[in-house]
């Protein structure tokens, strides 16, 4: 099972409105996109379940900084380690730790990193940011610390060494087992329900232009959005569908819904740098 898984010149910006039915206010975030490697040539038919299998695409590999608050919250951490370099071609590469610097803060700066799956494009970089707290589904990390390894069980797109660093930061009381839907942050809720590894997350942000959900691998790329096609890779289909119907319903506009690895990305928002454009 195939898995997947810039500079910035940016001021994090914290606002406050009021929130109905609740006397705590709503925190409003500035969200980026910051790509930090492509992987040329992939099939379309390995991101888009139907899909044509002669198309490729260029793919962006990519992380989400969520600023505002006092906080600087990552959303994935790439890959670095040299065996994915054997296993892939890989274009135009940034450490992702060297990506965020670009985008604003240094390394040790970064206040949270939220996996959205154990995916080594998605968690492999998680031990490059040292004072991170780190925010992963309990069922995610159970299963692959676990399961996974035993007999019918499945691990696809797991590094040993990730879970290794996975198991290191639960000893360290840096790991936060995250409990199907909940807010995590304030105003910053992940989500199950994608299917994409066994309990895969995706996040919503509030935002001065509304509501953005980052789906990471729940959607790989817009095309899942625009023709409800599931990803080519998940546990459940079904389940990836109603997720993605989730998503729109929580972002209000599908143009606020923004995927794990589409190119299209660095075009369709506003450009801050090369590499990086604000989303929200």
Same mark, same amino acid.
């Given at each position: 099972?195939?898995?997947?898984?810039?500079?910035?010149?940016?001021?994090?910006?914290?606002?406050?409105?009021?929130?109905?039915?609740?006397?705590?206010p709503t925190a409003i975030y500035e969200v980026y996109?910051?790509?930090?490697?492509?992987i040329p040539d992939f099939p379309v038919a390995g991101l888009v379940a139907g899909a044509d299998g002669q198309r490729?695409?260029?793919?962006?590999m990519m992380v989400w900084l969520i600023r505002g608050g006092g906080r600087n919250v990552l959303v994935d951490a790439g890959f670095y380690r040299p065996q994915f370099f054997k296993s892939w071609k890989v274009r135009d590469f940034v450490r992702p730790d *060297? $990506?965020?610097?670009?985008?604003?803060?240094?390394?040790q700066e970064i206040t949270d990193v939220i996996l959205s799956h154990a995916h080594w494009d998605h968690t492999d970089?998680?031990?490059?940011?040292p004072k991170a707290q780190i925010w992963i589904q309990k069922d995610e990390y159970r299963y692959y610390t676990a399961d996974a390894w035993q007999p019918g069980g499945k691990h696809g797109g797991i590094d040993p060494d990730d879970v290794q660093m996975l198991v290191g930061f639960n000893m360290a009381s840096r790991l936060h087992l995250v409990d199907g839907d909940q807010e995590?942050?304030?105003?910053?809720?992940?989500?199950?329900?994608g299917r994409h590894t066994y309990a895969s997350q995706y996040v919503s942000v509030p935002t001065r232009s509304g509501t953005i959900v980052l789906a990471s691998d729940n959607m790989y790329l817009y095309e899942n959005l625009e023709k409800r096609a599931p990803i080519?890779?998940?546990? *459940? $289909?079904?389940?990836?569908?109603?997720?993605q119907d989730h998503m729109k319903e929580i972002a209000g506009d599908p143009k606020r819904v923004v995927p794990g690895h589409?190119?299209?990305?660095?075009t369709r928002f506003p450009q801050v740098a090369p590499g990086v454009v604000r989303v929200d």
């Open positions: 099972m195939f898995a997947l898984g810039c500079w910035l010149v940016a001021i994090g910006a914290w606002q406050t409105t009021p929130t109905v039915g609740s006397q705590s996109a910051i790509r930090y490697a492509v490729k695409i260029d793919i962006a *060297d $990506a965020v610097a670009r985008a604003g803060p240094r390394p970089g998680a031990d490059l940011f995590i942050l304030p105003g910053i809720r992940v989500y199950t329900g080519a890779q998940t546990f *459940d $289909a079904a389940s990836n569908l109603k997720a589409d190119p299209a990305v660095m």
